[in-house]
């Protein structure tokens, strides 16, 4: 795979860039927002220390690396983060994103995402992998209009809810494998099925 770091992106209504320093009342905004963050592994940060230390930790740290996916999006008409899209350097090359839930039902995060996944494509990423709370079902519509398909269901306990918690796993390869699937969740997982179609559970 190329070397790359958050390449800078462009779409028709965003920028994709790093995060930096100046973004950390953007992130605060970002990540505070309890309604966005309800369905992903971490709290809320509460303060602006708090979204100081995720900006060195999760941002600051990825873009000394050789090779990182980190982006902010932000609406071409100020620049300021409103928005994230990440995939994940590890076998998974999980794909993640949120948006503060202003913005959302724009097809903003679609956009943004479908930029990331070309680029990683492009980068020689073999596929990518995303995975959806089942009690989230549009974060799954994301997926699916980017062209990936459903693979399987399974159950995963979340420390930060103390409660297990059902997850959709969805796949898109980029080469000819199209039987290619990741099945790390599947292995580690006491409870896992595939369903007919989302919503049933195949017996």
């Known amino acids: 795979m190329r070397l790359n770091n958050t390449p800078a992106l462009e779409t028709e209504r965003l920028i994709l860039r790093k995060f930096t320093e100046n973004d950390i ?77 202003e913005f959302w039902n724009d097809g903003i995060i679609t956009e943004a995402a479908q930029a990331v996944v070309t680029q990683v494509r492009d980068d020689g990423f073999p596929y990518i992998t995303a995975t959806h709370d089942i009690k989230n079902p549009h974060s799954g519509e994301v997926m699916q209009q980017l062209g990936m398909h459903y693979e399987y269901t399974y159950e995963q306990q979340w420390q930060h809810r103390d409660t297990p918690v059902t997850f959709r796993l969805y796949q898109l390869n980029f080469d000819s494998s199209n039987i290619r699937r990741y099945d790390k969740y599947w292995i580690i997982s006491g409870v896992h099925y595939v369903e007919e179609e989302p919503g049933e559970r195949r017996q």
């Open 25 to 101: 009342k953007a992130i605060f905004d970002i990540y505070s927002d309890p309604e966005r963050n309800s369905y992903v592994p971490w709290l809320p940060v509460k303060t602006m220390d708090e979204a100081r230390q995720l900006y060195e930790q999760e941002y600051a740290h990825t873009y000394r690396q050789l090779r990182g996916y980190r982006y902010a999006i932000c609406l071409k008409s100020d620049n300021i983060p409103i928005g994230y899209v990440h995939v994940s350097i590890d076998d998974s090359f999980d794909l993640g994103y949120g948006l503060r839930s």
